[in-house]
T-cell receptor, first 116, second 112 residues
Framework: GAVVSQHPSWVICKSGTSVKIECRSLDFQATTMFWYRQFPKQSLMLMATSNEGSKATYEQGVEKDKFLINHASLTLSTLTVTSAHPEDSSFYIC????????????FGPGTRLTVT | AQSVTQPDIHITVSEGASLELRCNYSYGATPYLFWYVQSPGQGLQLLLKYFSGDTLVQGIKGFEAEFKRSQSSFNLRKPSVHWSDAAEYFCAVGADGNKLVFGAGTILRVKS
């Protein structure tokens, strides 16, 4: 149990376009999902906290107008990278918290974004 | 603010040898501590966690970790490493709002 999927697993887009990444909890409900960014050989940096039915909370330094997060249901959160640029190329990882279990984050496999 | 330090970027051990990955944390209160493993193409998998109680924690895949408050450490150990253990390992500490703060990670290489 506790499986989190991400789609797509990798995507290439042109500079200036937008790309949407989906994060789904497959067998449990997640009131909270987190979005991380991971640069090569670096740690996971938390970008934002996504709560179902409310606005996402962004970490300091993360542009909320660039990284749009929507958590429309208890099993789906989306991250849209708007007007992508090469510096947005990265590995994006989501995690989902099973309702009621503190710190019990289940991680998706990640999405590799390359902006050309 | 909470922080996690993993001093070793890379570690290479021989198959069958013992392993210890270091983790130091900074947190004012009793920390919630975690070790995750990340293999290529797979999501982070929780190896073990410490919330309270016994300071020696057993996890999956034969891993254990010991919480030492006096040293602000939570080192991960395994008595005999297998080639399949080659991966990247992350130590993390729980923060406000169910967040996790991760260390920079340690890449484990296993030589046969």
């Amino acid at each position: 149990g506790a499986v989190v999927s991400q789609h797509p697993s990798w995507v290439i887009c042109k500079s200036g376009t937008s790309v949407k990444i989906e994060c789904r909890s497959l067998d449990f409900q997640a009131t909270t999902m987190f979005w991380y960014r991971q640069f090569p050989k670096q740690s996971l940096m938390l970008m934002a906290t996504s709560n179902e039915g409310s606005k996402a909370t962004y970490e300091q330094g993360v542009e909320k107008d660039k990284f749009l997060i929507n958590h429309a249901s208890l099993t789906l959160s989306t991250l849209t990278v708007t007007s992508a640029h090469p510096e947005d190329s990265s590995f994006y990882i989501c995690s989902a918290v099973s309702t009621g279990l503190r710190y019990e984050q289940y991680f998706g496999p990640g999405t590799r974004l390359t902006v050309t | 603010a909470q922080s996690v330090t993993q001093p070793d970027i890379h570690i290479t051990v021989s198959e069958g040898a013992s392993l210890e990955l270091r983790c130091n944390y900074s947190y004012g209160a009793t920390p919630y501590l975690f070790w995750y493993v990340q293999s290529p193409g797979q999501g982070l998998q929780l190896l073990l966690k410490y919330f309270s109680g016994d300071t020696l924690v057993q996890g999956i895949k034969g891993f254990e970790a010991e919480f030492k408050r006096s040293q602000s450490s939570f080192n991960l150990r395994k008595p005999s490493v297998h080639w399949s253990d080659a991966a990247e390992y992350f130590c993390a500490v729980g923060a406000d709002g169910n967040k996790l703060v991760f260390g920079a990670g340690t890449i484990l290489r296993v030589k046969s």
